[in-house]
Structure formats: structure tokens, C-alpha cells
């Protein structure tokens, strides 16, 4: 008998080889718990904000006048380019030192424009950009990490509309693993496990936004609740190895996808985002393939999101709304059109 999905199950995720606990019949149970303010639309410009062009950051030095996108080196990075010390070998208090570089990308001189609010050719500049910080850490770091944190609810320091690149000398444990995933499933099968991902779900019920080089999905294995995996439907292991066409073409997508989070609750949609593409390291790469995912933490409406305890931090990752519905749910809205315009 195959698997119903309206009743509780558990679907497995192929990049973490973990599993998520979904339980449809509890999306009616009654919410009396924590009820989020939204964050309310941003000016164009904030005289106290420490990442609007002209501004003055928190150790004195001021921005310039910058028109597009603009990177600096973070003034708190979380990492450090200088060497640490030796490693600590205890087999239960074992340490080594971790080497890097942080940066910040502010996506748009305008303190009120987020991603889906740029044109497409704002867009198309922030992620040459993101190419163009990969391929140059990459160069000295085995692993270059780019990402966004949107919103408060994500604990965004800063409402400009920003991202972050931290490049480090190890590889972070999600790339680890995720390495270790791909490298097996194309030992297996001959073929790089998300290529053949995106071959099998371009005609499914999961499909948020679709074109020639891109797709855009609910993962059939997704634990936050409108999370959202963005692949190409091309072999491609790094940003940097995109052409002028599918940088375009994926510009086009994020727009539409982010305008779809946006016009879903009507609200400035908060998430992490990043991209994960395959290591700075010698030897074939063929197993990877460049993607990122988009983790929002919104459940029922702007003020109400999922949390992550309890079973979740104790035993696996659940979920009440089927990946199925928040995909529908997303559909049912313009991905053209901003709800602000």
C-alpha cells in the first residue's frame, strides 16, 4: 500500500540523509502562542542606518556615495585571516583554529528596496557580484559561503536590504555533508544528484517557478514551512561558471520567487537564504551542483511563524503544512506583480 500522504509520515532528505516528521492533521489546531509584529516598509533612505550610502558605520568609517551594489570588509567579522595556533587532539575536548574572511554586499543604495522590489538589472548586478566574491576568496579559501539574512524575525542587525560572504579555511559541517551526500549518489546512479532532481520534479505538484535554466521548488523533503530550493536545471558546480544568459535568466526567477514570498501574507517575506556550490578544493567536482536554499520562518500568516524546538531540536525536524500545499499556496499568488506595487 503506498504512503497517504494526508496522514502523518516522514519523507527523507537525500542531501543531509536526515529525515523530516510531516503531520498535515495538525495544521487546525488552535494558535495561541507568539504573535510576531511585521516589519513595517523601509524609507528609501535612514540618516541612522550604518549601510545607507554617505552614512557612517559604527567604527567612524563612513560609506561612500555608492549607486549599485557595494562590498566592504564586515567591521565584526566572525572570522579572522591571521593563523590561530596548533590544534587541540582530546578525543572529547578537540578544538582547531578557523581561518577566514567576512564581507557585507549591500544589494541597493535604497534603504527600502529587498530583492524582489530591485529591476532585474539591480539584480543581475548583485549576483555578478556574488560570482565575483566566490571567485576571489576561492582563490585563497576552500570554502566561500554566501548568504541573506532577511528580517528580524531572522535576527537581520540591520534592515538594508543586504547579504553577507564569509569565506573560511575548513569546510562548514552542511557542506560537508552535502559533499559527502552528492559524491555518493553519483558514485550510485552516474548522475549529479540535483541534476537529476531537477529533471524529476519539473512536472511536479512541488514547482513554485520554472524556466529554460532554472527551477525553483517546495523539496519534497522541506522542514521549514514555504522553504524553497532554487536549482539549475544545467550542470553547473559554482556561481562564477554562470554565463551572462543564466545570470540573467536567474535574476528573472529570484524576482519572481521573491515577489511570490512577498504577496503570500503581504508583508516584507523574512528568511535565510544561501548558496551552496561545490568547495575550493583539487579534483574532479562533477558530483555537485550549485543551488541555494531559502529557509522562511512564516507559517499561518505575517505575524505567525514556525519555531524549531522541542521534538524538532530534540529529535527531528516536523512539519504540519505538506510541502504539496505551501508550494499551491505560493502558486496562487502573482510572482509579477508586488503586492506594494
Not at 13 to 41: A, C, H, I, K, Y
Not at 178 to 205: C, F, I, K, T, V
Not at 231 to 254: H, K, M, N, W, Y
Request: net charge negative; with cysteine; proline share 9%.
Amino acid at each position: 500500500m503506498s504512503i497517504d500522504f494526508a496522514r502523518p509520515h516522514r519523507r527523507h532528505n537525500p542531501l543531509s540523509g536526515g529525515w523530516v516528521q510531516v503531520s498535515p492533521q495538525r495544521m487546525g489546531r488552535p494558535w495561541q502562542g507568539e504573535v510576531s509584529e511585521p516589519d513595517p516598509p523601509s524609507p528609501h533612505y535612514d540618516p541612522a542606518c550604518y549601510l545607507c550610502p554617505g552614512n557612517a558605520r559604527v567604527g567612524g568609517e563612513a560609506n561612500p556615495a555608492y549607486e549599485g551594489v557595494y562590498v566592504f570588509d564586515n567591521d565584526f567579522p566572525a572570522l579572522e585571516d591571521a593563523p590561530g595556533g596548533e590544534a587541540q587532539h582530546d578525543p572529547l575536548l578537540r578544538a582547531e583554529a578557523s581561518t577566514g574572511v567576512c564581507r557585507v554586499i549591500c544589494f541597493s543604495p535604497d534603504h527600502g528596496k529587498s530583492l524582489p522590489l530591485l529591476t532585474p538589472e539591480q539584480l543581475r548586478a548583485v549576483i555578478d557580484s556574488w560570482a565575483e566574491q566566490t571567485e576571489e576568496l576561492g582563490a585563497r579559501f576552500g570554502n566561500v559561503q554566501v548568504f541573506e539574512n532577511k528580517g528580524a524575525m531572522m535576527g537581520c542587525s540591520n534592515p538594508h536590504p543586504h547579504g553577507q560572504v564569509w569565506a573560511s579555511a575548513h569546510w562548514p559541517q552542511e557542506i560537508a555533508t552535502e559533499d559527502e551526500r552528492q559524491r555518493e549518489y553519483l558514485a550510485a546512479h552516474g548522475r549529479p544528484m540535483l541534476l537529476d532532481l531537477a529533471e524529476r520534479e519539473a512536472a511536479s505538484e512541488r514547482v513554485i517557478e520554472i524556466d529554460d535554466d532554472w527551477l525553483a521548488i517546495i523539496p519534497f523533503w522541506a522542514a521549514w514551512p514555504f522553504e524553497t530550493l532554487l536549482l539549475p536545471r544545467f550542470a553547473v558546480q559554482r556561481l562564477p561558471q554562470l554565463t551572462g544568459s543564466q545570470r540573467e535568466s536567474l535574476a528573472a526567477i529570484l524576482k519572481a520567487l521573491t515577489t511570490r514570498y512577498d504577496n503570500l501574507f503581504r508583508t516584507s517575506f523574512p528568511y535565510s537564504m544561501g548558496w551552496h556550490g561545490a568547495p575550493f578544493t583539487e579534483g574532479a567536482q562533477d558530483h555537485w551542483q550549485l543551488h541555494a536554499h531559502f529557509y522562511p520562518p512564516l507559517l499561518r500568516s505575517a505575524s505567525v511563524r514556525k519555531f524549531m524546538v522541542g521534538y524538532e531540536m530534540l529529535a527531528e525536524p516536523q512539519r504540519d503544512l505538506t510541502p504539496e500545499r505551501a508550494a499551491e499556496m505560493l502558486r496562487s499568488v502573482s510572482g509579477l506583480v508586488h503586492y506594494r506595487n
